[in-house]
């Protein structure tokens, strides 16, 4: 196998993060009517709309600060260290995100103790499961056999 050179891999894996970060921080972000108070009304009143309006802000500041960090000059799109603050803080919003879905919706009958121990584990398994796949995809990807 001849890995293809890993610019095409940081690339796709540093959109992918910004694009993680964005969503599940978006997400979290909407639900509360606290964090929609700067959005005008017709966007606060309306989840989806909040939802949108809240990623394209996100987006917006995350691409100035992008912009605005020094160290870009070696053909990536952001830092290294950018990359992995938007991809964590993207991981840890998802595990937040699964833990809250789970927690309203599944093993309501169970102990409280084991209930929660249960639901933590899947909160944590679920999402690092489905990023470790794609990061395995995007690397066999941009790979020749």
Request: hydrophobic share 55%; aromatic share 10%; with cysteine.
């Amino acid at each position: 196998m001849i890995p293809m050179p890993y610019i095409l891999v940081n690339m796709v894996l540093e959109t992918f993060s910004l694009i993680l970060f964005c969503s599940t921080g978006a997400a979290l972000l909407s639900k509360y009517p606290l964090t929609n108070s700067y959005l005008p009304g017709k966007l606060r009143t309306h989840r989806i709309r909040a939802f949108v309006a809240q990623g394209l802000v996100l987006s917006a500041i995350s691409i100035v600060v992008v912009l605005a960090a020094p160290g870009n000059a070696a053909g990536y799109i952001f830092t290294r260290f950018l990359f992995s603050c938007f991809f964590y803080v993207g991981l840890a919003n998802s595990i937040v995100l699964t833990y809250q879905l789970l927690d309203g919706r599944c093993l309501l009958n169970m102990p409280k103790v084991r209930r929660r121990l249960l639901i933590v584990l899947c909160a944590v398994v679920m999402p690092s499961a489905a990023i470790i796949a794609v990061i395995v995809a995007v690397v066999g990807l941009f790979t020749i056999r």
